[in-house]
C-alpha cells in the first residue's frame, strides 16, 4: 500500500509538471520581448493634449494565442471608447490609441480612469470582461498640478506605476520569473518648450532619456517593480497672452486719443460761435 501512494505520489508530480509545460515552453520561446507598449503624454498646448498609446504585440505571441490577444484588444478599445478616444489598427498586432485631454486636471482623470476603470467609474461604465477579471492588476496614480503664470502655465507631472503583479513568484514569495525579457515598456512626456526630470523627491525615481533638445523625456519602465517619475514644464498661456495683447491694444488707443493726437493738434473739434 505504501509503494502503491509513492507511485500515485509521483504520478500526479508528473502530470502536474506536463500540464505547466505548455506555458513554460510559451515563456521560453517567447523571451525576446512579445509585448512592447509605449505610453506618451503629449502637451500641445494649454487647452489641448493628447494621451498616445502604441501596443505592439510579437508575432509568435499572436500565433500562440491569437484569440486571448483579439479579446484583450478589444477590451481596450472598449475603454478608449467611453474615454471619448480612438483607435486605429495598424495590424492585427500593432495599435495606436488616441485619447484627448482639454486640461491638467482631465488629463489626470482619463489617465487613471483607463488603468484602474474599477477605482473611478463613470456613468458610462460597464460590467467587466471575464478578460479584463483575469488580466494582472496593476495601480496607478498620475497627478498633474498646474500653476497659472498669466502667460505661461507652470506643470509639475508625478506618476506612480505598480507593476509588481506582472513577475511570476514562487509559492514562497521568490521569484521565477522576471518579465522584463517579455515586456518593454516605456512612458514618454513630450512639451512644446521642454521639461525637466525631478529625481531628488523619491528614492529609486527613474530616470529619463532626453530626446528632441529636451523637448521629449523617455522614461524605462521596469516591470515587476513600483516605477516613480516626475517632472516640470512650462507651457505658454494662450489665454494670458491674448489678453496681454488686448490689454496693449486698449493702452495704445487710450494714449493716442487722449495724449498723442491732442499734442499734434489732431482731433480738436473747433468750437461753433453761436449765431445771433
Known amino acids: 500500500m505504501k509503494e502503491q501512494n509513492v507511485k500515485d505520489g509521483t ?4 502530470k502536474n509538471f506536463f500540464f505547466l509545460l505548455p506555458f513554460v515552453f510559451c515563456l521560453l520561446t517567447l523571451v525576446t520581448g512579445c509585448v512592447q507598449y ?40 472598449s475603454r478608449v471608447r467611453l474615454l471619448d478616444g480612438k483607435t486605429k489598427r495598424l495590424s492585427e498586432r500593432e495599435v495606436v490609441v488616441t485619447i484627448p485631454f482639454n486640461n491638467g ?6 489617465f487613471n480612469e483607463f488603468y484602474n476603470p474599477t477605482i473611478a467609474p463613470t456613468a458610462k461604465s460597464r460590467a467587466a470582461s471575464p478578460l479584463e477579471t483575469d488580466l494582472p492588476k496593476f495601480e496607478s496614480h498620475l497627478r498633474v498640478k498646474q500653476n497659472n503664470l498669466l502667460l505661461v502655465l507652470r506643470n509639475r507631472l508625478s506618476l506612480e506605476l505598480d507593476l509588481r503583479s506582472l513577475s511570476l513568484l514562487s509559492s514562497n514569495g521568490s521569484l521565477l520569473l522576471s518579465p522584463g525579457a517579455l515586456l518593454e515598456l516605456d512612458f514618454s512626456l513630450n512639451t512644446p518648450w521642454g521639461a525637466k526630470s525631478i529625481e531628488n523627491t523619491v528614492p529609486g525615481t527613474l530616470v529619463p532619456e532626453i530626446y528632441e533638445q529636451g523637448k521629449q523625456l523617455v522614461w524605462k519602465l521596469k516591470p515587476g517593480e513600483v516605477n516613480y517619475l516626475e517632472a516640470t514644464f512650462w507651457i505658454p498661456s494662450p489665454v494670458g497672452i491674448g489678453a496681454l495683447i488686448i490689454a496693449l491694444f486698449v493702452a495704445a488707443g487710450i494714449a493716442l486719443k487722449y495724449q498723442i493726437l491732442p499734442a499734434l493738434g489732431i482731433g480738436n473739434k473747433p468750437q461753433n460761435i453761436g449765431q445771433t
Not at 506618451?40 to 489641448?48: E, Y
Not at 486636471?105 to 482619463?110: F, G, I, V
Open 11 to 14: 504520478g500526479k508530480r508528473k
Open 38 to 77: 509605449d505610453v506618451g503624454v503629449n502637451f500641445d498646448s494649454q487647452t489641448r493634449g493628447a494621451i498616445v498609446q502604441h501596443i505592439k504585440l510579437g508575432e509568435r505571441l499572436t500565433s500562440f494565442s491569437s484569440d486571448t490577444v483579439a479579446d484583450w484588444l478589444k477590451s481596450v478599445e
Open 105 to 110: 486636471a482631465e488629463l489626470e482623470d482619463k
